[in-house]
């Protein structure tokens, strides 16, 4: 399967900064990035769509002034959480696919811990 | 999209097959049927997906009752690395591809 990206694996920041992780597709162009949230025990809750060159569209709930989704090209898309507090620490996940009816693949997910 | 219900947790011995089952009653007639896996500490990986006919691929089987009101994931000869959370999702395929996870089945494989 196609191969996604994510970086860092893991980052640890104080309270109050913003975070920038990255979601790279390495072997295809991705036209749909999404970005996805995972709390202990729990399944995998989606934050938002983002297309390339389109502002990314939020799910219910979802700050779009505190998590922003930048997606600038067909291989790289972006989420900065900005002003983190301890409630954000959370997985965040990225998938990627290309054209409509292909499968949507994984990112190996980014573990943020604040401080 | 339809929704989906899933055992919790299953137990397989190594080398057994794995059979996972899950029930999508309400499932639309243009939606399929998905299946994922989240390892721990890991993001979901891609098994399969099918709409109406059996599938297999060399990760695992499909298997889609006739009235497609539900279906069964198969790996055949499980290993200590398919314990994973796997996930059954049914959803229309061409739409705009947001998958919704359920809470999924934690498949054990013991030795």
């Known amino acids: 399967g196609a191969v996604v990206s994510q970086h860092p694996s893991w980052v640890i920041c104080k309270s109050g900064t913003s975070v920038k992780i990255e979601c790279r597709s390495l072997?295809?162009?991705?036209?749909?990035m999404f970005w996805y949230r995972q709390f202990p025990k729990q399944s995998l809750m989606l934050m938002a769509t983002?297309?390339?060159?389109?502002?990314?569209?939020?799910e219910q709930g979802v700050e779009k002034d505190k998590f922003l989704i930048n997606h600038a090209s067909l291989t790289l898309s972006t989420l900065t959480v900005t002003s983190a507090h301890p409630e954000d620490s959370s997985f965040y996940i990225c998938?990627?696919?290309?054209?409509?009816?292909?499968?949507?693949?994984f990112g190996q997910g980014t573990r943020l811990t604040v401080v | 999209d339809a929704k989906t219900t899933q055992p919790p947790s299953m137990d397989c011995a190594e080398g057994r097959a794995a059979n996972l089952p899950c029930n999508h009653s309400?499932?639309?007639?243009?939606?399929?049927v998905y299946w994922y896996r989240q390892i721990h500490s890991q993001g979901p990986q891609y098994i399969i997906h099918?709409?109406?006919n059996n599938e297999t691929n060399e990760m695992a089987s499909l298997i889609i009752t006739e009235d497609r009101k539900s279906s069964t994931l198969i790996l055949p000869h499980a290993t200590l690395r398919d314990t994973a959370v796997y996930y059954c999702?049914?959803?229309?395929?061409?739409?705009?591809?947001?998958?919704?996870f359920g809470k999924g089945t934690l498949l054990t494989v013991n030795p």
């Open positions: 309400t499932i639309s007639g243009n939606e399929y």
């Open positions: 072997d295809f162009q991705a036209t749909t």
């Open positions: 999702i049914v959803r229309v395929r061409g739409s705009n591809y947001k998958l919704t």
């Open positions: 099918g709409l109406k």
């Open positions: 983002s297309n390339e060159g389109s502002k990314a569209t939020y």
């Open positions: 998938s990627a696919r290309t054209m409509v009816n292909t499968e949507a693949f």
